[in-house]
C-alpha cells in the first residue's frame, strides 16, 4: 500500500505520516515514511509518503502511483504546483478534508471521500492540527490497523514530540474519532503493479539548479489560498499602534495615512501571528468558509 498526504506546514502532515507508519509497525507490518518540505515555510505545501507491506518493502524514493491519497488542505487541489492527484490509478482511494464534496475532474475512477476532520480538530484539541486526526483516517482507510495500534502509535509519536499528557489525551480522543468517521477500503480493484525497476538518475550539475535572478519574485505567489483562518482587524478597538505590520512574516499588513493597517487577503497566509501579536486583541479570526 503505498500512501501520499498532502497538507500545509504547520497542519502535522509529517507526524500523520509517522502515525500511520508506527500503527503498521504495531500491527506486524514493514513500514516505511518520509517526508519533503519544499519552501520550509509555515503554510508551504508539504507531502508525506507512507509505504506499508507484509513483505520488505524495496521501493525507495518519492510515491507516484499512490493507493491512497489524503488531502489535509482542500486548496491545494486547485494548486498547480502541488498536483495533489498525480499518478492516482483506477481504484485509488482520495480522502480530502472537507465537509462538502468538491467537483473535481478526475478522468480515472476513484473513491473519494469527504469528512471536515479540521472540525473535529477545532472540538478536540482546539488547533487546526491534523496529525493525529490524518494518521487515525489513514489507518482505518488501510483497512488492516486496529484501533488499538492507532491510539498507541498516536500517544508514542506526540510524546516524542514533547506534548503534555493532557494535549496527548485529546489528541486520542480526536484519533478514535476519526478513526470511526470513515470506513475501510479495499484495494482489490488497483490496476497499478510494482515494478521494483532500477531507474538511473542522471546528475545535471549545474542545469539541474535554477537560477533565480529577478529579486523580490515571492509577490507573485499568490498566499491568500494557504489560509484554513482569517484575521480580521477590528477598527474600534485598534489604536494603530503598528505592532501587526512589523510582525507579519508575508509582509501583507499596510498601513493607511492614520496609521490603521489593513490585511492584503491575496497574500495573507493566515498563520494569525498578527492576531497574537496585537496588545489590544484586536484582530479577530474566523475560519474560512471556502470548505468548511
Ligand atoms: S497590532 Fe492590533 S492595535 Fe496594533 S495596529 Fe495592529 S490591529 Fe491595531
Ligand atoms: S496578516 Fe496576519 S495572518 Fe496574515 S500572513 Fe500576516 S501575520 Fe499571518
Redesign the pocket.
Given at each position: 500500500m503505498r500512501f501520499r498526504f498532502h497538507g500545509r506546514g504547520g497542519q502535522g502532515i509529517k507526524t500523520a505520516g509517522r502515525i500511520l507508519g508506527k500503527a503498521a509497525f504495531f500491527e506486524g507490518l514493514f513500514a516505511q515514511d518520509f517526508a519533503i518540505y519544499g519552501a520550509e515555510r509555515r503554510g508551504a505545501p508539504i507531502t508525506a509518503f507512507v509505504r506499508l507491506s507484509d513483505a520488505p518493502i524495496l521501493e525507495r524514493g518519492h510515491i507516484f502511483n499512490p493507493s491512497y491519497v489524503l488531502v489535509a488542505a482542500p486548496s491545494l487541489l486547485f494548486d498547480p504546483t502541488v498536483k495533489t492527484l498525480e499518478g492516482m490509478v483506477e481504484g485509488a482511494v482520495l480522502f480530502v478534508n472537507s465537509s462538502r464534496e468538491i467537483p473535481i475532474l478526475q478522468p480515472k475512477k476513484v473513491h473519494m471521500i469527504f469528512r471536515d476532520v479540521t472540525g473535529l480538530a477545532l472540538k478536540y484539541v482546539g488547533k487546526d492540527i491534523l496529525s493525529a486526526a490524518m494518521g487515525a483516517v489513514a489507518c482505518k482507510l488501510s483497512g488492516t490497523i486496529s484501533l488499538q495500534s492507532t491510539v498507541d502509535s498516536v500517544g508514542e509519536e506526540l510524546a516524542d514530540l514533547g506534548l503534555e499528557p493532557d494535549m496527548i489525551e485529546k489528541n486520542i480522543q480526536l484519533a478514535k474519532e476519526c478513526y470511526l468517521c470513515v470506513e475501510s477500503v479495499g484495494l482489490s480493484g488497483l490496476s497499478y503493479k510494482p515494478s521494483h525497476k532500477v531507474v538511473e538518475v542522471q546528475y545535471l550539475g549545474e542545469k539541474g539548479i535554477p537560477d533565480l535572478l529577478s529579486v523580490g519574485n515571492t509577490a507573485f505567489r499568490k498566499t491568500g489560498s494557504w489560509?484554513v483562518f482569517t484575521?480580521i482587524i477590528d477598527r474600534n478597538l485598534c489604536t494603530a499602534c503598528g505592532i501587526?505590520y512589523v510582525?507579519?512574516?508575508?509582509s501583507?499588513?499596510s498601513l493607511d495615512e492614520q496609521g490603521y493597517p489593513a490585511?492584503d487577503y491575496d497574500?495573507?497566509?493566515?498563520?494569525?501571528?498578527?492576531?497574537i501579536e496585537c496588545p489590544r486583541k484586536a484582530?479577530k479570526t474566523g475560519r474560512e468558509s471556502a470548505w468548511s
Open positions: 489560509r484575521p501587526c510582525y507579519c512574516p508575508e501583507c499588513v490585511v497574500n495573507c497566509k493566515g498563520c494569525l501571528v498578527c492576531a484582530i
